[in-house]
Each structure stands twice: as C-alpha cells, then as structure tokens.
C-alpha cells in the first residue's frame, strides 16, 4: 500500500502564493507518476497537473500553465505544488494521486490508484 499525506493550504488573498506539499509514505516505488486533482463544491473532480516519479516530466492543465509548477524531491517522497497568482477559481479541495502505471489518460482520476486525503486552499479577493 501507498500512503499519500497532503499539507500546506490554507487562506490566501487573490494574486497570492501557496506551496502544497504530498508525503507518500508505503510502497512508495510502485508508484509511476504522482497527479494534483482539485474539486470546488458542486464540481467535478479536476486534474490539475502530474510529474513521473523518474524522469521528472510534467504535465499541467491549461488552467495551471504559467501559474503553477508540479516537482518532488525523491529523496524525500515529496512530491510540491507551487502555486502562484492564485485566483478565487481556484478555491477547491486538492488532492495528491498515485498511479501505479503510466495513465494512458494523465487527466482521468480513474487511472490513479491512491489518493490522498486532500486539502483546502481558499483563495479570497
């Protein structure tokens, strides 16, 4: 099993930064790539931006370009999402995922296979 545990949001005013951090603890070397997935209230679960756990590419939605940025410290199991010039849109709920293979689709939640518990980043104007 793989143990994701995600920190850092909080409150933050629009055009400000926050810094998400997911711990994956476990059978961390069964995992391929680890996904961000965000969910607002009364919205779908959305993708948000992925890095593979070895070569290091990323991926981002078009949401997420030029704004935030997906790394990890493999030495750590960390995998960070530095997000700036937030915007009250991206109010949601952030999740850390693990895929256990290369998702043929990066964006579909349905090829992860460990989740975190999330945590709230609410961003205010």
């Known amino acids: 099993q793989l143990q994701l545990v995600e920190s850092g949001g909080g409150l933050v005013q629009a055009v400000g930064s926050l810094r998400l951090s997911c711990v994956a603890s476990g059978r961390t070397f069964s995992s391929s790539a680890i996904g961000w997935f965000r969910q607002a209230p009364g919205k779908e679960r959305e993708f948000v931006a992925v890095i593979y756990w070895s070569a290091g590419a990323t991926y981002y939605a078009d949401s997420a370009k030029g704004r935030f940025t997906i790394s990890r410290d493999n030495a750590k199991n960390t995998v960070s999402l530095q997000m700036n010039s937030l915007k009250p849109e991206d109010t949601a709920v952030y999740y850390c995922?693990?895929?256990?293979?290369?998702?043929?689709?990066?964006?579909?939640?349905?090829?992860?296979?460990?989740w975190g518990q999330g945590t709230q980043v609410t961003v205010y104007s």
């Open positions: 995922a693990a895929a256990r293979r290369t998702p043929p689709l990066l964006k579909s939640s349905l090829y992860y296979d460990y």
